[in-house]
């Protein structure tokens, strides 16, 4: 058994701040990534740029990472990253961000390498530039995973590129969340149950990795009721809400997403659908399959969580995500794909098998003829 994340990580308020000195040892020139509004808007690139200056570390803005980033995004930021001769990326936002800055963060080191190329398996493991990672949702716990999820459009393919890159650093404050709407909070948060569900769910789950998922799903069992709630989230839970959504990251960072992650990403790139409530639908019906292989940690799971059985399970998740429809031939053209995807099926504790996928969009989806 093996435990591994090698980021340097700290959980607490105004911890940018309080860890300048570290943020200033990575390195000497910054590209610091950001989507288009919300790092200003919560004060996490002020921040970051405050520690900056105070060391005189130069550094400059990319503020174009869209959600579910593109390889484009990903070029056109590498080319900035160039001209300015950074030496270290700092990703400053959501998943979005902080997946961008670690794809540019490889092909700084790799100028050969096109953004295109980016979901290409390499013959030997490539090198990539320090990365930073600073949260300000608490869902995706990228900060703590070697993962990066990149768009390709021109080949209509949403995956994690075959690279591994941990963050050296990892600066996770919950104060970042005082901006975000409530239904964003419990978006993400939906996103950090599954990558902990998924992880137990999972033949790479072992008793030394379980300490990850298993301490991760008591504590978001604690947010479970403020997330329910109709009410806005107290400022109370915000390091409670990010610190269970790193250790989302580290769980799934020894095991890997599984079955609700490889169906979600169709889901966002040909509906439209945000990356938490993507992942969310399925992770009932997974659950209920998996059942039939390891039902002991499907108990242990809804026991974590507070909850009688998987019905009050997937009642839960569609109080917090609701529903979502799609035509019956995306349906069976996500259902053909995903019956092919190995790297995830292969993950699964049990022998799942067409019919069981077939049941999970099932029951996961609402489907209309078209
Ligand atoms: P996101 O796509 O990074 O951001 C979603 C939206 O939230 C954006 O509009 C963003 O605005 C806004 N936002 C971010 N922080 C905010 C805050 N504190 N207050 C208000 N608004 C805020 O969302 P995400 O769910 O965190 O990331 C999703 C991406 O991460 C997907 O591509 C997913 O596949 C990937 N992912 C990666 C891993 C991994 O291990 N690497 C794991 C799971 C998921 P701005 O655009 O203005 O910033
Ligand atoms: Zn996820």
Redesign the pocket.
């Known amino acids: 058994m093996r435990s591994f994340v090698p980021t340097d990580i700290y959980v607490e308020k105004d911890c940018v701040k309080n860890h300048a000195n570290q943020m200033l040892a990575v390195g000497t020139r910054a590209l610091i990534m950001t989507g288009r509004h919300s790092a200003v808007a919560n004060g996490s690139l002020n921040d970051v740029e405050s520690v900056l200056n105070s060391g005189n570390i130069p550094f400059q803005v990319f503020d174009e990472v869209e959600e579910n980033p593109s390889t484009d995004t990903v070029r056109k930021a590498v080319q900035v990253a160039q001209g300015f001769k950074a030496d270290f990326v700092i990703g400053v936002g959501g998943?979005s961000a902080i997946d961008a800055a670690k794809a540019v963060s490889l092909l700084l080191l790799n100028p050969a390498v096109d953004a295109d190329d980016l979901h290409k398996a390499s013959s030997s493991p490539l090198d990539h530039a320090p990365v930073v990672a600073v949260p300000t949702t608490c869902?995706?716990g990228s900060e703590a995973t070697p993962v990066s999820i990149i768009t390709n459009h021109g080949i209509q393919l949403k995956k994690s590129i075959p690279h591994v890159i941990f963050p050296a650093l990892a600066l996770v404050d919950g104060k970042y969340l005082a901006s975000a709407k409530k239904q964003l909070i419990v978006n993400t948060a939906v996103?950090a149950l599954?990558?902990m569900v998924e992880s137990i769910l999972n033949i790479k789950s072992n008793a030394f990795n379980r300490m990850f998922p298993e301490y991760g799903l008591k504590l978001w069992g604690e947010c479970k009721s403020a997330l329910l709630s109709d009410a806005a989230i107290d400022s109370g839970l915000y390091e409670k809400l990010m610190l269970t959504s790193t250790i989302a990251g580290m769980s799934?960072a020894h095991t890997s997403?599984s079955v609700p992650?490889g169906m979600?990403y169709d889901l966002t790139l040909h509906a439209g659908v945000p990356?938490?409530p993507a992942?969310g639908y399925f992770l009932a019906a997974y659950t209920e399959i998996c059942a039939k292989f390891v039902p002991e940690d499907v108990q242990k799971i809804l026991s974590l969580l507070g909850l009688k059985n998987i019905e009050e399970f997937a009642a839960m998740l569609r109080k917090l995500i609701g529903t979502c429809t799609i035509p019956s031939a995306l349906r069976d053209q996500f259902a053909a794909a995903m019956k092919k995807n190995r790297s995830k099926l292969d993950l699964v504790p049990g022998a799942i098998t067409a019919a069981d996928i077939d049941f999970i969009y099932e029951k996961s989806l609402v489907v209309e003829s078209n």
């Open positions: 998943g869902g995706t996103d599954s990558h799934i997403t992650h979600s990356h938490g992942v």
